[in-house]
């Protein structure tokens, strides 16, 4: 029973350059969450999805990112324009539902590095 | 608004000692879930032990349990008999019953030493 995939495990973009980040939930779960974690800091919710639709983007910043989960395939989390201030791990996680108890299941994690 | 504060950047405890992470929350929802997670230096995110606003009992998890304080509104983890291997981060997280997003502290780093 395959976990959260997240791939690529690390990504070097420079200034300027797309980042294209994927995750797979688990199966069975809808909801997918994208976290970002600076060293030594928390994870900082970013965004929510369910499938074909974003329900909470509260902590997205407005310009260069955004975020998909489509019908069929994996949730991609695009940063366009990489800037310095970007590098950081990037976490997926998932969920079977969204009641006060879920637990989140998390992937391995992007390392984004932007030169 | 949600929050939580974790207060101790760093613990030290000597192995097969206790030990107490502390963690506060904000809320104004009566309806709430709080979460432990480990993070070792591998980086994945491992979920421990889970304590539910309502829930009367503290609840456990084998070495883990979570010391609950409502009126407090705290939610400490306590390691029993602490391993070697139990050296990591710990975030504490919090979930509104009306809300899709679980928010997370800044993290303890613990440290084990033999």
């Known amino acids: 029973n395959a976990g959260v995939m997240q791939n690529p495990r690390h990504l070097v973009r420079r200034r300027g350059q797309e980042a294209r980040l994927r995750c797979s939930p688990m199966k069975g779960h809808s909801h997918v969450y994208w976290y970002r974690q600076l060293p030594e800091e928390g994870l900082k919710f970013m965004v929510y999805?369910?499938?074909?639709?974003?329900?909470?983007e509260s902590g997205m910043p407005k310009e260069r990112f955004s975020a998909e989960f489509p019908k069929e395939g994996p949730s991609i989390l695009r940063i366009q324009q990489v800037v310095r201030g970007d590098s950081a791990a990037y976490f997926c996680?998932?969920?079977?539902?969204?009641?006060?108890?879920?637990?989140?299941?998390f992937g391995s994690g992007t390392q984004l590095s932007v030169l | 608004a949600q929050k939580i504060t974790q207060t101790q950047p760093g613990m030290f405890v000597q192995e097969k000692e206790a030990v107490t992470l502390d963690c506060t929350y904000d809320t104004s929802d009566q309806s709430y879930g709080l979460f432990w997670y480990k993070q070792p230096s591998s980086g994945e995110m491992i979920f421990l032990i889970y304590q539910g606003s309502y829930d009367e009992q503290n609840a456990t998890e084998g070495r883990y349990s979570l010391n609950f304080q409502k009126a407090r509104k705290s939610a400490n983890l306590v390691i029993s008999a602490s391993q070697l291997g139990d050296s990591a981060m710990y975030f504490c997280a919090m979930r509104e019953g009306g809300g899709f997003k679980t928010i997370f502290g800044a993290g303890t780093r613990l440290f084990v030493k033999a």
């Open positions: 996680a998932s969920s079977p539902g969204t009641g006060r108890g879920e637990k989140l299941f």
């Open positions: 999805l369910q499938k074909e639709n974003i329900i909470d």
